[in-house]
């Protein structure tokens, strides 16, 4: 089984195609947490690894690397997705091309400019508007007959093609200009939906108004970047001519700039401040107690929680799934957690959670227990935050109720049952 590191930013539409590979084969794929866009993947030690410094980035267990999203899908795919005879791999090599030839210079170039990362121009805007029409009417007469772009289960040309079809279904194709592709609609959703895909980019909403075009975003984002660049030239300046003398002229760091355009602008979009950061901080050092926890059984750890706990700057809160009846095995219910935790790795700083999965395989539930800085649903806070959270019912608790403290004791420590007496079976901690 397939096992590594994958290097990637938040959100890249071409790391989803690994990580739902993945989760079909069930190879096991870390996300290199420490990564940052335009630092990591300039640095000597990654660019001795990966000399033009792009991502999606894969490091096998045992030092291998490789790069571009379609190869490493692959690479910690199954046979499976990777297609049963000669014909059906050469057909999903195919769709490969169609999506990056076909779907992706055309998609960039029109949500880009809505976004605010790329300059608008009307004529290329038209122009790439004609190119979606003319992929996704291919694609609808393709699917014409079919279920999947391939066979007759879902491949790995599936997941590449939907995952670059994803910020056209996010942006901009509204009920109306989706309306004659119902076929492409129903395989996308199909594909989407799957437990394997929801797990890495949770319950997709499909656009429901095409994202209007503002030219405040770009000189906004235009602003930033140069406020950004203009600082990390006057940091660097001083050791940058020792770094030259030291350096030869055709430096690894030359390569490293030449970065794919659509990587480049979805990581160059303007980083938003944490909202945790513009609420008092309380008495209660949430970092102390996940050190604490981390450390310590739960004899220890949870009365040192109501010990320290502040109710006056921090709130509890009950999560609970609101689909549980569409929860089939228990590794995939699972999954779900993990994949939104993974999409709430900026809401780490001011929050914690224990999440808990009751029963067993088609038998289940999701529910856990959350603690962040604030009293309101900090979900809200952040457009970052809202992709998962609406698949739950939130419930703010008291934090001087014996109710309160006996579900803290509860999650906290991984016991007990559910509302209708299913037994815990796994849980995972958001920290």
């Known amino acids: 089984m397939a096992s590594g590191t994958l290097y990637t930013y938040p959100e890249n539409f071409r790391a989803y195609k690994v990580l739902i590979a993945a989760q079909y084969s069930g190879a096991q794929v870390k996300i290199a947490n420490d990564f940052v866009f335009g630092e990591t993947n300039k640095n000597e030690a990654f660019l001795k690894k990966f000399p033009l410094g792009k991502v999606p980035a894969f490091e096998t267990c045992d030092g291998k690397c490789i790069t571009e999203s379609n190869a490493i899908a692959y690479y910690v795919a199954n046979d499976q997705l990777r297609g049963k005879t000669d014909f059906e791999r050469a057909e999903i090599i195919q769709w490969f091309g169609f999506a990056d030839s076909e779907i992706l210079p ?4 029109w949500v880009f400019p809505l976004l605010g990362i790329m300059p608008y121009n009307k004529q290329t805007v038209e122009h790439a508007k004609d190119d979606v029409k003319k992929a996704l009417t ?19 040309a599936d997941i590449s093609v939907a995952m670059t079809l994803l910020h056209l279904y996010q942006y901009i194709l509204e009920p109306n200009l989706r309306k004659p592709y119902q076929n492409v609609n129903r395989w996308f959703q199909t594909v989407i939906y799957q437990p394997e895909s929801m797990a890495v980019i949770g319950a997709f ?7 209007e075009y503002d030219p405040k975003k770009y000189a906004e984002t235009q602003g930033k970047s140069s406020k950004k660049e203009k600082k ?8 940058k001519e020792s770094k030259e003398a030291k350096e030869p002229k055709e430096s690894k760091k030359e390569a490293a ?20 950061d513009t609420l008092p901080k309380g008495s209660f050092d949430l970092d102390d107690f996940k050190r604490f926890y ?26 609970e799934y609101k689909y549980n ?15 939104m935790y993974q999409r709430l790795d900026k809401m780490r700083k001011g929050a914690f959670a224990s999440a808990c999965l009751f029963g067993t395989d088609n038998d289940s539930t999701i529910s856990g227990i959350w603690v962040w800085r604030g009293q309101e649903l900090a979900f809200t806070l952040c457009p970052d935050w809202q992709v998962d959270y609406e698949s739950y019912s939130w419930t703010k608790l008291d934090p001087t109720k014996t109710e309160t403290k006996d579900l803290v004791q509860q999650y906290f420590s991984w016991t007990g049952t559910d509302k209708e007496g299913r037994k815990f079976n796994q849980g995972k901690i958001f920290k």
Request: aromatic content about 10%; charged content about 30%; hydrophobic content about 35%.
């Open 106 to 109: 055309a998609s960039c170039a």
């Open 138 to 156: 291919a694609l609808n007469s393709h699917l014409l007959t079919r279920t999947y772009l391939v066979g007759e289960r879902l491949t790995l």
């Open 205 to 211: 909403k499909l656009a429901e108004k095409t994202l």
């Open 232 to 239: 990390e030239k006057e940091s660097k300046k001083e050791s």
């Open 257 to 276: 700039e030449e970065l794919d355009p659509a990587d480049a602008a979805l990581a160059a979009e303007p980083k938003t401040t944490n909202p945790f």
């Open 294 to 319: 981390s450390n310590e059984d739960e004899a220890k750890s949870i009365p040192y929680f109501w010990q320290k706990f502040d109710p006056e700057h921090y709130s509890i809160w009950l999560g």
């Open 325 to 339: 009846d569409e929860l089939t095995k228990v590794f995939m219910s699972c999954n779900l957690i993990s994949g």
